[in-house]
C-alpha cells in the first residue's frame, strides 16, 4: 500500500514538472495579428449579444412588473424609478459600446505604437461633476419622496389604521369614530383580543378590527404598523409603499388610494397583464387570476411567510362608509 504511495507521489511530481516547463515555453508563444482580429471581432459579437439579451428581457419580463402606482405618493415612486432606470439605461447602453468597440478598434497590431498620455484636468471635471450633481438630485428627489409616504408635517387629517403582524397573518383594526387607535400590547392578547388591545383604553372601544382592507379612494390613510413576534414587513407593492413591522414599536406609512379597484381592473395596462399571467397560470394548469390590491410580508419571517397576504380594496368613499358603519366595534365583541 505505502510503495503505490510512493508511486502515486512520483508521478505528481512528475506531472508538474511537465506542466512546469510547459509554463516556461509558452512565454515565448505571443498572439498573432491574426488571432487579434478573431478576437476583436468576438468581442464586437458579444456586444450584439448583450444588447439583444437586454432588449429581449425589457420585452418578455414586462408583463410580470407592477402596473402604474395606484397612490398619488407612489406617482413619485415611479417617476424615480423612471428617471433612474433611463439614465442608467442609457449610460450603460453607451458604456458598453465603447468598451467593446475600443477592444475592437485598437486589437494588437505590430504597426500599432502605444501613444503615452497622462491626464485631462478638464476630462476628469466633467466625468466627477456632472454623476455628483446628478446623483445629489436623484437623492434630493427620494428624501422628499420618502417623507412625503412616511407622513412627516402633512396637514391632512389621515384615516388611522392598525396592522398587526403575527406568524403568519395580518389583523387590521380601524380607529373608529374618534379616529384614535386604543393602546395595544402583548400581554393584552387573550381569545378573540389577537390584537392585544388595552380594553380598559377610552380610545380602544370604537376600534373595530377586521380581516379584510377596504380603503375609500382619495382619502389619505395612515397605516400604524406592529408585530407580535418577529420582524415582517408590510408590502402594499400596487401603492409602491412598505415598512418593516418591529417588534416593540410602532412603525407607519401614509398613502392617499387613486383608483378603486374596480377602475384599476377596467384599465388596458392591468388587463394586458392579467392576460399574460393567466397565459402562464393556464400553461401550468392553475385557475385564473383577477386583479387585487394586496398587502404581503416583505420580510421572510418563517416557514409560512410566501403565504402571508391580506385582500386590500378600494371602494368610493360611499361604499366605504357603508362597510365601515357595517363593521362591529371591540366594545360589541370583546366582553
Ligand atoms: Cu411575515
Request: aromatic content about 14%; glycine content about 6%.
Amino acid at each position: 500500500m505505502l510503495a503505490l504511495f510512493y508511486i502515486f507521489i512520483a508521478v505528481a511530481i512528475g506531472v508538474s514538472f511537465w506542466q512546469i516547463t510547459r509554463i516556461m515555453n509558452l512565454r515565448s508563444v505571443i498572439a498573432t495579428d491574426k488571432d487579434n482580429e478573431t478576437q476583436g471581432k468576438l468581442a464586437l459579437g458579444f456586444l450584439a449579444f448583450l444588447y439583444a439579451m437586454m432588449i429581449y428581457c425589457l420585452i418578455a419580463m414586462n408583463v410580470i412588473m407592477l402596473p402604474e402606482a395606484a397612490s398619488f405618493e407612489g406617482e413619485h415612486d415611479d417617476n424615480l424609478f423612471n428617471i433612474t432606470f433611463w439614465l442608467i439605461g442609457i449610460v450603460q447602453f453607451a458604456m458598453q459600446f465603447l468598451i467593446f468597440f475600443f477592444t475592437y478598434k485598437y486589437r494588437g497590431n505590430k504597426n500599432n505604437k502605444a501613444l503615452f498620455y497622462a491626464d485631462s484636468h478638464k476630462l476628469e471635471l466633467i466625468w466627477t461633476t456632472i454623476p455628483a450633481v446628478t446623483i445629489v438630485l436623484l437623492i434630493g428627489y427620494g428624501l422628499w419622496a420618502w417623507n412625503n409616504i412616511m407622513y412627516v408635517g402633512s396637514e391632512e387629517d389621515p384615516i388611522v389604521i392598525e396592522v398587526y403582524s403575527q406568524q403568519f397573518r395580518w389583523d387590521a383594526r380601524y380607529a373608529g369614530e374618534d379616529n384614535q387607535l386604543g393602546l395595544g400590547n402583548v400581554n393584552y392578547i387573550k381569545g378573540i383580543n389577537t390584537m392585544g388591545v388595552d380594553m380598559s383604553d377610552p380610545s380602544a372601544q370604537d376600534d373595530k378590527q377586521v380581516t379584510e382592507l377596504y380603503l375609500p379612494k382619495g382619502k389619505k390613510v395612515l397605516f400604524k404598523f406592529r408585530s407580535q413576534d418577529v420582524l415582517h414587513s408590510a408590502y402594499m407593492p400596487h401603492f409602491r409603499a412598505q415598512m418593516n413591522c418591529v417588534p416593540g414599536m410602532v412603525t407607519q406609512f401614509a398613502y392617499t388610494p387613486k383608483y378603486t379597484t374596480a377602475e384599476m381592473r377596467e384599465k388596458d395596462e392591468v388587463k394586458a397583464k392579467v392576460e399574460g399571467i393567466n397565459k402562464i397560470r393556464r400553461a401550468k394548469g392553475e385557475d385564473p387570476y383577477e386583479f387585487d390590491y394586496l398587502l404581503l410580508c416583505n420580510k421572510i419571517c418563517g416557514a409560512s411567510h410566501y403565504n402571508m397576504q391580506m385582500k386590500i380594496t378600494v371602494v368610493e368613499e360611499e361604499e366605504y362608509n357603508k362597510w365601515l358603519s357595517e363593521q362591529k366595534t371591540l366594545a360589541q365583541v370583546i366582553k
